[in-house]
């Protein structure tokens, strides 16, 4: 039986039509996925994502232990930052892609991915066996709306004291801040999953519905909506960025990503996964994390396969697919031999026994226009 979040509710009052997604019951859209998607674009959307997982981790030695736990030097950001990384397998495959953010020399609170909670929770448990920390996992109590697209700001200004508003301007990307959001204690935090600018709003359970409805409220008026998970989809594709479950899993690496910057191999200490990753990390992935884009009309999608544009042989697999709303033609990411991984370079993606021509592009599909 699927889980709800705190704001099923209100979701059903708008009428949105809903799917399960990492064992949740999540609205997929409300209306229209297209017209929230270009919500999102042009003026703002508003999503649950409850669904996410909240751990915090403190005590006396949680930067070192975290330096250990995650593939990232954790013990290099500053309090009130935020830091994009992985927990790996022993043998460098992906466990998860996460946010951490640090709220106190001695505290932090990692975001897993919704699938991922229970997975993450467990490793990040048994890996601080050896050190003065606490793990708890506070997803169950822990409610999380966002706020994306180019009139955010804006709204969250509306959201926020007055004597906040510097605090708002002045947050930093991948950053967050404790303050007051619709008049609930919260962490504000600026990150996104939609190549937008934007922020995440962390509270308890119970001011969720509250801080959902004013959120809606306080945008009406620049065009925000609620968006859901088919927007949201299709936004994190145009940006270029990853899904767990589709472009990484716990069978791949960060390099074959091609995310392994993010993995910290200067830092002095140990950390699980160390060992596999550094017979690695001079080695070319057999297979690439591409980006896909067609002048034809039809969608490769998750599963279909790529194809050599001169002989015809089987060269990758598509990941993640559809229509771009906002460049007008088909996209995808796709893992393929290296050989063809050139931008520019001619493939075929199977449409379900149609080859339909695709180009390798550069990544991301879309970015923003910035001030």
């Known amino acids: 039986m699927s889980k709800h979040t705190p704001l099923h509710a209100e979701h059903e009052k708008l009428g949105a039509s809903f799917t399960d997604f990492g064992g949740w019951e999540m609205p997929l859209k409300y209306d229209s996925e297209l017209a929230e998607h270009r919500a999102v674009r042009t003026a703002a959307g508003v999503f649950d994502l409850s669904h996410m997982g909240e751990v915090r981790v403190s005590g006396p030695a949680a930067a070192e232990y975290l330096d250990y736990a995650l593939a990232g030097k954790m013990s290099a950001m500053k309090v009130g930052r935020a830091k994009y990384s992985f927990v790996l397998t022993p043998g460098g495959g992906i466990v998860d892609d996460l946010i951490t953010y640090r709220l106190a020399d001695d505290e932090f609170l990692i975001v897993p991915n919704a699938s991922n909670v229970d997975a993450v929770t467990a ?31 804006k709204i969250l200004l509306r959201l926020t004291n007055d004597t906040d508003a510097d605090a708002v301007t002045g947050l930093r990307y991948y950053a967050g801040i404790r303050l007051q959001v619709a008049g609930h204690d919260a962490l504000l935090a600026r990150t996104g999953y939609t190549g937008e600018d934007g922020f995440e709003i962390y509270v308890p359970n119970a001011d969720a519905g509250d801080l959902w409805r004013k959120a809606l409220e306080a945008g009406a008026d620049v065009g925000a909506a609620p968006a859901g998970l088919a927007s949201r989809d299709s936004l994190r594709l145009e940006a270029g960025m ?22 910290s191999m200067a830092k002095p200490s140990d950390f699980v996964g160390r060992s596999a990753l550094e017979k690695l990390k001079d080695d070319v992935p057999a297979r690439v994390l591409v980006g896909l884009k067609s002048a034809g009309r039809r969608a490769g999608r998750a599963g279909y396969a790529v194809q050599s544009a001169t002989d015809g042989n089987r060269i990758g697999e598509v990941t993640s697919g559809a229509p771009s709303p906002t460049l007008g033609y088909p996209i995808a990411l796709a893992y393929v031999d290296v050989a063809h991984s050139e931008p520019g370079t001619a493939v075929n993606v199977d449409l379900r026994g149609k080859p339909q021509p695709f180009e390798v592009t550069a990544l991301p599909f879309y970015s923003r226009k910035k001030d």
């Open 242 to 263: 990853p899904l767990y479950g589709h472009e990484l899993t716990v069978d791949l690496t960060p390099f074959a990503a091609g995310l392994g910057k993010v993995v």
């Open 123 to 153: 490793a990040l448990t048994e890996r601080a066996a050896n050190f003065d920390v606490q793990v708890v996992n506070e997803s169950e109590d822990t409610a999380l709306v966002a706020i994306q697209g180019p009139e955010a700001e």
